[in-house]
């Protein structure tokens, strides 16, 4: 591993760490390198986990600008990583060598997104393990060059296997939920399988109140499937322990939109829980969905996605589409291929759209179908959009709240169909108008939601709540002298105990109640 910047006085053995040490003397203000605190954080290998790991990174360097952060990964999503940093960030990027072929996936699939079928995210799951000597390296190479040891591990549930190397140096270890309650439900169906306990089609997520229903349709095949001693569920339990042994757990919301689920994830966790959410910080400036939607009406669209790495079924596709052109809303669409075909394929627009639509949408600047990504927190942003049908992963809610954008929910897998039942039901921010990618959609139901939402009386309630939403949001994440919002106030309390555990590094020293 070679280290960037002045890696001659360090073991000859590094192999691969790009760590710039110029950061560290133009971030520290009076410290020396051996004082400066420092934070690794390792996340799992998705977009929608290393986008959260990224905005807490961004956030404890602006709200602590002594401390370095270290952020490890594998190559490719280091290079995407840096494109997102702005030349003046603080943050230090680590490189841990991966082979994708060794695990049986394609060269180059380093991230769930480029995975072409969801079932083979398993395999990116398990392979992530195999990356635990090179961090275990890195760490130690870090420790060497600072002279101390990080003041904390922040890792992911799928990385949760770093905690035996934590306890082994004894460094602090502190897990990230990267969505919000929806882990605690996640986590809970998990360990319990509840569904295999009973005939009936619903049933009730073990630690949650009574009102928290789930049917079966609201969980995913491979969950459905899962008797416990499958691959997937003995990864996940493995990992939910490792998650829940570790000091503490920091989770990506924020308390005032969802002080119930916060709760509940205490109870479930049994571990000090701070809710350091924040809201994505806008980049790109110029982008053709931008200008589109500078000439549209205030909240008069629909921005449609179903996330990095979902897509919705082929016959569903097309009932949205006819369903999208009949309700004469406009709208910005980002397709994949659908489900069962290669995601990262070309979009054929003539097999799964209707005969002509995107010509006849662009036509009348109806409707901008975008290909396979489009900027959304850019998109969520500006005053044209009106609301925002998702597959309700927990970046996509932040994002939208953060934004007062209400939601219409159409959750696929995991733990959106938990966080789309959240907003509807308990903070009435979302309706649900489909699930899953193999049920019937009928265009006419895609219509009258849309229009009830874009027009009608129900989406400007929503929109109202939303848009309170926001504005917790944003106190949430703000610092004016004593003033402090709730996230701000959090990472100043897992500084105060990541110290504290750094000096007294015991097992289980952040649990509750000590
Ligand atoms: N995203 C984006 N453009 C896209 C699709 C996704 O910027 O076209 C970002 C989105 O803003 C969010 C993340 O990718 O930050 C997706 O995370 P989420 O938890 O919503 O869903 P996941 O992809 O993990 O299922």
Redesign the pocket.
């Known amino acids: 591993m070679s280290l960037h910047g002045s890696s001659s006085k360090l073991p000859c053995t590094f192999k691969c760490i790009l760590y710039s040490t110029e950061h560290i003397s133009s971030s520290s203000t009076t410290m020396s390198k051996d004082e400066q605190p420092y934070i690794v954080m390792l996340p799992f290998m ?4 290393l ?1 959260p790991f990224l905005a807490l990174a961004r956030l404890i360097e602006r709200l602590k600008p002594y401390c370095s952060i270290t952020i490890a990964t594998t190559p490719l999503n280091i290079e995407s990583l840096r494109s997102s940093l702005p030349p003046n960030s603080s943050i230090h990027l680590a490189s841990l060598p991966f082979s994708p072929t060794e695990h049986g996936l394609s060269p180059h699939t380093e991230n769930t ?1 480029s995975i072409s079928q969801t079932d083979s995210i398993p395999l990116l799951m398990f392979a992530s393990e195999t990356l635990a000597p090179d961090f275990d390296l890195l760490i130690s190479n870090l420790t060497a060059l600072h002279r101390h040891p990080p003041l904390l591990i922040i890792a992911d549930l799928f990385t949760a296997w770093s905690l035996p190397i934590a306890r082994n140096r004894r460094i602090p270890h502190f897990s990230f939920a ?2 919000g309650s929806g882990t605690a439900s996640f986590m809970s169906l998990w360990l319990h399988l509840p569904h295999r306990l009973t005939d009936s089609d619903t049933f009730q997520i073990p630690g949650f109140p009574d009102r928290f229903r789930l049917h079966r349709s609201q969980m995913s095949d491979y969950m459905l499937a899962a008797d416990g001693s499958d691959d997937w569920s003995v990864f996940l339990r493995r990992h939910i322990h490792l998650y829940l042994t570790s000091d503490a757990l920091l989770c990506n919301t924020v308390e005032e939109i969802e002080p119930c689920g916060v709760d509940l994830l205490r109870r479930i966790a049994g571990l000090r829980v701070f809710s350091v959410g924040t809201s ?1 910080a806008c980049g790109i400036e110029i982008d053709p969905c931008i200008e589109w939607l500078e000439s549209h009406r205030p909240s008069s669209v629909l921005y449609i ?1 179903f ?4 897509t919705i079924g082929e016959s569903q596709m097309m009932a949205l589409a006819e369903g999208l052109e009949a309700s004469g809303v406009a709208f910005i669409w ?1 397709v994949r291929p659908p489900h069962g075909f290669n995601m990262n394929a070309e979009f054929e627009a003539e097999r799964w759209l209707p005969d002509g639509f995107e010509a006849r949408m662009a036509e009348k600047r109806r409707g901008l179908v ?1 290909r ?6 850019e998109i969520l942003s500006n005053k044209a959009t009106g609301a925002f049908m ?2 309700c ?5 932040m ?1 939208s709240l953060s934004k007062g954008v209400p939601l219409i929910g159409w959750p696929v897998t995991s733990e ?1 169909f938990y966080n789309s039942m959240l907003m509807e039901e308990e903070m009435g921010v979302a309706m649900e108008m489909a699930r899953g990618v193999m049920g019937e959609v009928d265009a006419g139901m895609v219509e009258r939601v849309v229009r009830m939402i874009m027009e009608g009386e129900k989406g400007k309630e929503m929109r109202e709540r939303a848009a309170r939403c926001a504005e917790m949001i944003r106190v949430a994440v703000e610092e004016e002298g004593e003033k402090k919002g709730s996230t701000v106030r959090a990472i100043d309390e897992v500084f105060e105990l990541a110290i504290r555990g750094s000096s007294d590094v015991k097992k289980g020293f952040g649990r509750d109640g000590e």
């Open positions: 998705a977009q929608g986990h986008i997104s990267t969505s994505r996605s996330g990095s790495q979902n980002v975008a396979r990504w489009a900027p959304q927190i998702s597959h992963g927990w970046n996509s809610v994002e959106q």
